[in-house]
């Protein structure tokens, strides 16, 4: 699963040596090996409300979601989660927990969601928002989320409120993120 | 990064409407993303011992590990660790818990690592091992594991014993895993 589109030149077939079929360059025998790719993102508080940015990008522009991202090689799945507050909400932000592991296998995603709060009071649109703002719980424009597994990290984020420490979620039952 | 040799035709170069550096096949404009990958496994107990398997593959065949390996598309983090513990231990596992997520980024990979137990008495080596044992505390072969994180997540599942729910892991504090 992949969604790069490949030149003519490749062809789907099992290479020598392994179990399942792959895309290989007929050409010159590159096989481009495909796996799931991670996501990292916080729920980012401060003083009992949540960040939130409006996407400046396909897909989902205009919808709501909290900075998350494909992680990067050479960092850390926090690290990353900090560069991509950063990135879409120019917030400097603090982790403190892991909040979920979520796996959307249409899409072979795995997303890395933390708990963290703002370590600076202040936060501004980078090039890949529309607007950032902090939501009370009602505010939460939930008709208008980017992604349900964004609905999911506000959901669990909220039934942690008043526990030191709790276990990290999973998708909850029978969601598997199919729908948008 | 990426452990995949590329044939000669690829170039380094950064792509148009890039910002990062990417191997691109000079012959068709193929481009060559590499993200992390994402491994998954199991701390599996039975009966207050540890499933424990000795590589028969390389890198470091002949050390132990838990059932883990690299994540498929089209599967969640936790059927990957089920299907891993099968094909790894010939077990049967049920999931309980994420006990830990753990990046290495100098091999640019998270482990998401869980805890489970046998949902039946059996276990044997497949293809991948050499051996499959379960092990007391006291019996875990330490000088002989296979990887860091095969250390930190015994280390981490041993901390957890006695409490209802926990908090999931990360690396522990300075461990990145750059040494075997």
Chains 1, 2 share one sequence.
Not at 133 to 157: N, Q, Y
């Amino acid at each position: 699963m992949s969604s790069q589109i490949l030149p003519d030149n490749f062809v789907r077939t099992v290479p020598d040596g392994d179990t399942h079929e792959r895309d290989v360059c007929h050409d010159c025998g590159f096989i481009h090996y495909v796996n799931p790719k991670v996501v990292v993102g916080a729920v980012v508080h401060h003083e009992g409300k949540i960040l939130l940015c409006r996407r400046a990008i396909i897909p989902r522009l205009g919808f709501w979601t909290m900075p998350a991202g494909y992680m990067e090689c050479g960092e850390t799945a926090a690290e990353g989660a900090i560069r991509e507050a950063m990135e879409e909400a120019c917030a400097d932000i603090v982790i403190d927990a892991v909040l979920a592991v979520y796996t959307i296998p249409r899409i072979a995603q795995v997303q890395v969601m933390h708990v963290a709060r703002l370590g600076k009071p202040h936060f501004a649109a980078g090039p890949e928002s529309q607007e950032v703002g902090l939501f009370d719980w009602d505010e939460i424009p939930w008709d208008d989320l980017a992604f349900p597994s964004v609905r999911w990290a506000l959901t669990h984020f909220r039934e942690i409120q008043g526990q030191d420490t709790f276990p990290a979620f999973t998708n909850p039952p029978g969601e598997f993120g199919n729908m948008r």
